[in-house]
């Protein structure tokens, strides 16, 4: 997900229908979001944070497991503006079909978990849902706690940073396609945006809280585009054809298709007090997985994160990979670098 920098993107009148037959989804790579395993079971969970905000997750387990020995276990992260049926659980299958027990969870805000207005911005939220998520691991019969690890893809991926850094429970952390959305939204991409555009920002958002509390709409920003026009840049196109096609697109239940990824706008400035690559070395010894495409618009990301990482850590690129690559393409996302970290790293 993204800021469109120094602007506010109001929210397109097109209709999910319109858009998607104005353009067709790329499917190449084996793009294959809504992958369904024969060999791993589903469960939908529930269970509540330390604000006692409840989350809702998918849980997943190999059907063929010997209940008599403690598995390890992962927690996935899903996209920042996204839910767990985006990429989060596609990842949670595959590494349970290699024998580990995994867990998707929607953010607080998003999806099917807790959490008014939805689609409200909250970092330290985030960050407390992967800690509830170790608690609700921590207590299944199955699983070892001392082998419990996380992995968080684009936004995500500096979440589970911010949860590592204050719980030593995650014992090895892994993200895919980082996106800092921290210095994304103080500074834009590759530090695009400049202070005064970032004051601009902040002036909108507070206007916008005194129309919120005069009882005035909410508005949304950011997010995926709704429609793609002939100035949509290259990164508009890339997050347009997952989330906004049948690729990706998933409208969790009583919301808005128009609504989905689409933060408020008077909660996205909080991100700006979000510094989640402070005090990263922190995290130190246990290791750190940078995963990145090098063709990734958001490849800064996870390069910032290796350079203030503490030993042991690896910045692992795929070649050729853009930043929603990772999401979905099973020809690109290095399932087998991921599972060989997970099995050495929580052994
Ligand atoms: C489809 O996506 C792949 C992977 O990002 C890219 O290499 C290819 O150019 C895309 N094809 C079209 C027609 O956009
Ligand atoms: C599923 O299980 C069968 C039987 O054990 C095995 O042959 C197959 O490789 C497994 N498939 C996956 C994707 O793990
Ligand atoms: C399950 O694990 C236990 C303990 O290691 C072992 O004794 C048993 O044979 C295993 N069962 C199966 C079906 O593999």
Redesign the pocket.
């Known amino acids: 997900m993204k800021i469109v920098g120094g602007s506010i993107a109001a929210l397109g009148m097109m209709t999910i229908a319109d858009t998607m037959t104005a353009m067709a989804q790329n499917m190449s790579f084996g793009a294959d979001n809504f992958y369904r ?3 791993v079971t589903v469960q939908a969970i529930t269970f509540q944070d330390q604000y006692r905000t409840t989350i809702a997750g998918n849980l997943f387990i190999r059907s ?1 497991f010997n209940r008599s020995i403690d598995m390890p276990a992962i927690i996935v992260g899903h996209p920042m503006g996204a839910v767990k049926e985006q990429s989060a659980n596609l990842y949670a299958t595959k590494l349970a ?1 290699h024998g580990f027990v995994t867990v998707s969870l929607d953010l607080p805000f998003w999806g099917a978990s807790e959490g008014n207005p939805h689609n409200t911005v909250s970092p330290e939220l985030y960050a407390e849902a992967y800690s509830a998520a170790v608690d609700y691991l921590g207590t299944q019969k199955i699983v070892d706690r001392e082998r419990i690890g996380i992995l968080g893809i684009c936004g995500s991926g500096s979440f589970v940073i911010s949860a590592a850094k204050v719980d030593s429970r995650l014992k090895a952390i892994a993200t895919t396609s980082m996106y800092n959305h921290g210095i994304l939204t103080r500074n834009g991409l590759r530090g695009s945006q400049s202070i005064e555009q970032r004051k601009e920002l902040v002036a909108a958002a507070s206007q916008q809280r005194w129309t919120e509390v005069d009882g005035g709409k909410a508005l949304y920003t950011a997010g995926a585009p709704d429609e793609i026009t002939a100035q949509s840049t290259s990164i508009d196109r890339e997050f347009y054809d997952f989330y906004r096609t049948s690729r990706g697109e998933f409208t969790p239940k009583g919301w808005s298709p128009k609504l989905t990824t689409h933060p408020t706008l008077s909660s996205n400035t909080k991100f700006m007090n979000f510094y989640p690559f402070n005090d990263i070395e922190t995290i130190s010894p246990r290791p750190m997985l940078f995963i990145s495409g090098d063709q990734a618009h958001s490849r800064e990301f996870s390069e910032d994160a290796y350079a203030h990482a503490a030993e042991p850590k690896e910045l692992f690129w795929v070649a050729g990979a853009g930043h929603v690559d990772l999401y979905d393409r099973m020809d690109l996302i290095p399932f087998e670098k991921l599972t060989q970290f997970f099995q050495t790293n929580l052994a």
């Open positions: 395993s024969d060999n063929n079909e």
